[in-house]
């Protein structure tokens, strides 16, 4: 058998951590002069993608640094990397408590993707790997005899062996009448399109109010903007703020032990509600008292109101509702895999709101200059979004909720990544779904089998197809956290050795 090669569709973040320890396993198993790899990206610089190619000093990463390393087993490198190019940093670091701790602009983050990616791509090909670079979009795939066929849109074909989907995170399609509108942005990125077409005294709309909603503002807010600003979303709550310095503790109650007990005593996966009752017994216990769980929820204090109380909180080191599922930030997603799939369907309808909001957090310089933008009037957030509609008469977007509505001029729709695969805006992800290629799973994403990240098909593991990231967001709990990816990538990268070396290559 002549060669073989392995493309990665994708080369953001996921796609360059998988090439860098592809190689790197690769050449200690003296393969890497017989498996060639390709890296199909559609922008011009590989590594950053979409988030992290970024210029705005207002996006900032919502993980610590020593969470942040793109090798695998190794998440405190980028902490090490700040330490090691501090004379090069600046303004960069906008929350430093010690490198090991500090919040960055997602451009610098970007920046040590970039560097990465460029020390591995020049020591592989030293080393004698044969690497290919396509600057294209993958369009559709269609399997062949020796492995799969990929149509470009430059109109080329590229022919691989393996194939592994890293392709990012995908815009949704929710609103996707309003495109052709010439003042509607489908997505807060990139954030170029927005600054060069929204004028800054226009009142803005912005669909959502979680961190993509956040991106959104800042976006405006960095390029001082003085229009009205408003946030249209379901339920009104804001990410809440990141703790300064988190209080270390380990969970008594809520457990992988306990879910496991559930397991071997009852012989059935745990019910939600279960899971929930042990987060109030763990919560309890880490609050040192009964929690009134209505007035928790503060459904009667505004979105500022509660703001303010979230910046106060996290300055004194957070609460349970906080501090719990930072606790089990290295569990959830096992946590999440021990749940049945009517579990997890429920788990999302009846908690994933409340869970989001204290789970992923906004740092708190973000969070103290949306408080003054509150505080100014220019900045306000309504619940309960109903409908949203474009009047060609008026050039003016109609924005419904509870018993009223306004009328803007711009509209950026924040809603977050598509969870479903029909809502998933990517040709890719169309043309696969409608070939059969992939399947959906019904809490989001694909089907692919958790352990080695294989694509499964009519309940079976597809040879030497693979995906990563979000496409796999029903199964994977945290596919959003880039210290997790790299996790399942090392696993992904042990089942493509053991699978690489099994085959007669030459």
Not at 81 to 97: F, M, P, T
Not at 233 to 257: A, F, M, N, W
Request: one cysteine or more; charged letters at 25%; glycine letters at 6%.
């Amino acid at each position: 058998m002549n060669s073989l090669n392995l493309t990665i569709i994708g080369g953001g973040a996921c796609g360059i951590s998988l090439f860098i320890e592809l190689f790197l396993q690769l050449r200690i198993a003296g393969l890497h002069k017989n498996v060639s790899i390709t890296i199909i990206e559609e922008n011009e610089e590989v590594g950053k993608g979409l988030a992290f190619g970024t210029q705005q000093p207002g996006h900032i990463l919502n993980t610590q640094a020593q969470l942040m390393g793109i090798h695998f087993t190794e998440p405190e490198h980028f902490s090490d990397w700040l330490k090691k190019h501090n004379e090069r940093i600046g303004q960069e670091v906008v929350d430093n408590q010690g490198q090991d701790e500090a919040f960055t602009t997602r451009r610098l983050y970007g920046d040590y993707l970039k560097e990465q990616f460029e020390f591995y791509f020049e020591l592989a090909t030293r080393e004698g790997m044969k690497l290919k670079v396509i600057h294209a979009s993958a369009k559709g795939v269609t399997e062949s005899e020796n492995g799969y066929e990929i149509q470009l849109s430059n109109g080329k074909k590229e022919v691989c062996n393996y194939l592994v989907l890293s392709l990012g995170t995908p815009v949704s399609s929710v609103y996707s009448e309003l495109d052709k509108f010439k003042n509607y942005f489908d997505s807060p990125w990139p954030s170029s399109k927005i600054l060069e077409n929204v004028p800054q005294k226009e009142d803005v709309a912005i669909i959502g109010s979680s961190l993509s909603a956040i991106d959104a503002l800042m976006t405006l807010a960095d390029n001082d903007h003085v229009g009205r600003i408003t946030f249209y979303s379901l339920d009104g709550l804001l990410p809440r703020v990141q703790v300064e310095k988190p209080k270390p503790y380990e969970c008594k109650y809520l457990t992988i032990s306990n879910l496991h007990k559930i397991q071997r005593e009852k012989l059935r996966s745990p019910f939600v509600s279960e899971v929930f009752r042990l987060f109030i017994k763990e919560a309890e216990y880490f609050a040192g008292k009964s929690i009134d769980w209505k007035k928790a929820m503060r459904t009667a204090m505004s979105p500022q109101e509660r703001l303010k109380e979230d910046i106060a909180i996290s300055k004194n080191g957070g609460d349970e509702l906080i501090n719990i599922p930072y606790a089990l930030r290295y569990d959830s997603s096992q946590m999440w895999k021990l749940l049945d799939e009517r579990g997890r369907i429920k788990f999302k309808k009846w908690l994933g709101n409340y869970w989001a909001v204290n789970r992923h957090c906004m740092p708190m310089v973000n969070a103290v200059r949306i408080e003054k933008l509150f505080d100014s009037g220019q900045l306000k957030v309504v619940a309960d979004l109903k409908d949203v509609t474009y009047y060609e008469k008026e050039k003016k977007f109609t924005l419904s909720y509870q018993n009223k509505s306004d009328k803007v001029s711009y509209v950026i729709n924040a809603t977050g990544p598509a969870s479903a695969v029909k809502e998933m805006k990517s040709d890719l992800v169309q043309n696969l779904a409608a070939n059969n290629l992939i399947e959906s799973e019904e809490t989001g994403g694909i089907k692919i089998n958790t352990q080695t990240m294989q694509i499964i098909r009519n309940g079976k593991s597809v040879p030497n197809f693979y995906a990563l990231g979000h496409l796999a967001n029903g199964l994977l709990l945290d596919v959003n956290a880039v210290w997790y990816n790299v996790k399942t990538i090392g696993n992904l990268c042990h089942h493509l050795i053991d699978s690489i070396t099994g085959e007669d290559i030459v």
